[in-house]
């Protein structure tokens, strides 16, 4: 369901399909309306000159807010946000354009996010609305199978206007472990994941907590392990925790601010997405408001100390991700309908502006996955 309030609107995505020599295309998921975008675009960058191109619909969708691309390339699942929640299955046809497969209940309200497990059997998703979470099984042809597990959460925060109850935003899979990110209440609850069965078993702690009324919204592992980083949508922070797999355990490192020192406009700003670069050396938060990315260098202990916030080029960028080969950030702006590509400095980490287009109906996050 599309938010009245932007800054708390729920999340979408880009995801890339293929790449020629020097492009990479992708798809990009959006909030759809009557003269505005009609569900899943495509688009491509350029990764010589970070140059990108509007390449037009690639299927038809109702709010096809979160994506997320298969192993194997050959298929899509979209996050269908609407008060009953599904997951709408797509193939991925040769000239770029999607074929819909099939919709499957989230069993539950908002569905705002959905990912594949790196088995490529199961796709799981996360209830905002209703505070739940559900894996669903992944068919030989790509269709989803009704859900196999769901796990409603319990709890509730601080800020009683946003924290009345749970209202689970992502859901991550590393390892043998899933972890879901709960902005109700303050938890990322963790569960032991069996990919065979599709199953879903509270682990032991079953959570691990951010600082109260932070609001967690999404999660980034760092690429060679031992850390994590959860972005705190409600105080515009990350706190990194300590990551161990065999456990599946979380213990928290540090909390630090994704504002400069001083802002006015603090309590008006949120969070939205969050990426680990693949060199494990530096870290990206999208602020909205603000609306820039913030970077951090990520030290060999874990934490993080700030680099840069450079300006999205774009109005409440929502979603972002980083190019397969590192070397660029493309970030959607909800507000702005549009996209903005930056260089990322291989050494530096920081951002530059590279290009900017217009005419996405609101775009709501971007993510990069595997050419085919």
């Known amino acids: 369901m599309i938010h009245s309030l932007v800054l708390f609107a729920l999340p979408v995505f880009i995801a890339a399909v293929s790449t020629a020599a020097d492009t990479a295309e992708f798809y990009i998921g959006t909030y759809t309306q009557p003269g505005g975008s009609r ?37 899509l699942y979209a996050a269908i946000e609407e008060d009953g929640g599904a997951v709408s299955a797509f193939a991925v046809e040769k000239d770029g354009s999607l074929r819909h497969l099939n919709d499957e209940s989230s069993k539950g309200s908002g569905n705002c996010f959905v990912i594949v497990d790196p088995s490529g059997r199961n796709v799981l998703a996360a209830n905002y609305n209703s505070g739940s979470i559900a894996s669903l099984p992944i068919r030989e042809d790509g269709s989803v199978a009704p ?44 569960y032991h994941f069996d990919t065979a069965k599709g199953t879903l078993t509270p682990n032991d702690p079953p959570s691990a907590k951010v600082p109260p009324g932070g ?44 504002l400069p020192s001083g802002y006015a406009d603090a309590a008006k700003n949120s969070t939205a997405e969050i990426f680990c670069h693949a060199n494990g050396r530096f870290l990206y938060v999208s602020n909205r408001v603000h609306d820039s990315i913030a970077v951090f260098a990520i030290g060999d202990d874990g934490k993080l100390m700030p680099l840069q916030h450079e300006f999205s ?15 660029w950030l493309v970030v959607a ?24 287009i217009s005419g ?4 709501v996050s971007v ?3 595997p050419p085919r």
């Open 367 to 369: 993510v990069f996955a």
């Open 333 to 356: 702006g909800q507000d702005s309908n549009s996209l903005a590509s930056h260089k990322v400095d291989p050494t530096t980490g920081k951002l530059t502006p590279a290009d900017k």
């Open 360 to 363: 996405v109906g609101m775009p």
């Open 313 to 327: 080029n774009v109005r409440i960028p929502r979603g972002f991700a980083l190019s397969p080969d590192g070397g």
């Open 39 to 75: 569900g899943i675009q495509r688009g491509s960058l350029d990764t010589k000159t970070g140059a990108l191109k509007l390449l037009g619909l690639a299927g038809e969708a109702k709010n096809p807010s979160f994506l997320a691309v298969h192993p194997n390339g050959k298929f």
């Open 147 to 190: 859900a196999s597990a769901f796990m409603k959460h319990t709890g509730k925060g601080p800020d009683a206007a946003r924290q009345d109850g749970p209202h689970a935003h992502a859901i991550y899979v590393n390892g043998a472990f899933a972890y879901a990110c709960d902005l109700g209440t303050d938890d990322v609850f963790v």
């Open 215 to 258: 609001g967690p919204r999404h999660l980034a592992f760092h690429p060679k392990g031992g850390f994590a980083y959860v972005n705190n949508e409600m105080t515009s922070s990350v706190t990194v925790f300590a990551h161990d797999a065999a456990k599946g355990m979380l213990t928290a490192l540090q909390t630090i601010s994704t």
